[in-house]
């Protein structure tokens, strides 16, 4: 009933930049919260970043100065600018979304995953 899409990823250098995008889709009264987080090989999940409907935003330590998330709440999506891509980077990134259904439930919903490689 709900789908997250998430675009963007790819292979980029050291030092470039790559902007994610998630949009969430179907039986959807509001998208609350939303968030990014990424597994590299062989590595747990691990969290990146979050925003609230208002705008409040939180960023892992490793990320922080590197990378900004931003939403569109009409077009049920964020954004992740990721700037300066360093080679442990590289990961599959899953965009999370805390969705409000139409009678008023907070549902969680994970994406695919959009792959990022960060290599010379």
């Known amino acids: 009933q709900v789908q997250l899409v998430e675009s963007g990823g790819g292979l980029v250098q050291p030092g470039g930049s790559l902007r994610l995008s998630c949009t969430a889709s179907?039986?959807?009264?509001?998208?609350?919260?939303m968030a990014w987080y990424r597994q590299a090989p062989g590595k747990e999940r691990e969290f990146v970043v979050r925003i609230t409907s208002g705008g409040s935003t939180n960023y892992a330590d490793s990320v922080k100065g590197r990378f900004t998330i931003s939403r569109d709440n009409a077009k049920d999506t964020a954004y992740l600018q990721m700037n300066n891509l360093k080679p442990e980077d590289t990961a599959v990134y899953y965009c999370?979304?805390?969705?409000?259904?139409?009678?008023?439930?907070?549902?969680?919903?994970w994406g695919k995953g959009t792959l990022v490689t960060v290599s010379p």
């Open positions: 179907g039986s959807i009264f509001s998208s609350d919260a």
């Open positions: 999370h979304a805390e969705i409000r259904n139409w009678q008023g439930t907070i549902i969680n919903y």
